[in-house]
């Protein structure tokens, strides 16, 4: 149903649509057990749960990015969505996110 939601259907790479579904799981507490905990994974644009911690972590910097994002991606996705946003390019925005929950 999430996937309702979404404006990017076809126009974003896949990773960043599954991403934002299980953001929209994630936030409505339907979170499986073997999900990766915050800060998990090698790449934010991995997907499904890596990428919905990523995004929860963003939206967190900004509340309603996620959604922001969401309309954005209307007519297409461009990682610069993230910089106009939230003021810093995707890769910086993964080191901090990897740094705030690095053991």
């Given at each position: 149903m999430s996937h309702i939601w979404q404006n990017g259907i076809g126009k974003a790479p896949g990773e960043v649509i599954e991403g934002i579904a299980d953001y929209v799981r994630l936030k409505a507490n339907y979170i499986p057990a073997h999900w990766v905990k915050a800060g998990g994974g090698d790449?934010?644009?991995?997907g499904y749960d890596v990428t919905a911690r990523f995004?929860?972590?963003?939206?967190g910097l900004r509340n309603g990015f996620v959604a922001e994002l969401n309309k954005?991606?209307?007519?297409?996705?461009?990682d610069s969505y993230f910089v106009d946003l939230l003021g810093k390019n995707i890769n910086q925005l993964w080191t901090d996110y990897k740094a705030k929950f690095a053991n």
């Amino acid at each position: 149903m999430s996937h309702i939601w979404q404006n990017g259907i076809g126009k974003a790479p896949g990773e960043v649509i599954e991403g934002i579904a299980d953001y929209v799981r994630l936030k409505a507490n339907y979170i499986p057990a073997h999900w990766v905990k915050a800060g998990g994974g090698d790449r934010w644009d991995h997907g499904y749960d890596v990428t919905a911690r990523f995004l929860d972590y963003c939206n967190g910097l900004r509340n309603g990015f996620v959604a922001e994002l969401n309309k954005k991606m209307k007519d297409g996705y461009n990682d610069s969505y993230f910089v106009d946003l939230l003021g810093k390019n995707i890769n910086q925005l993964w080191t901090d996110y990897k740094a705030k929950f690095a053991n």
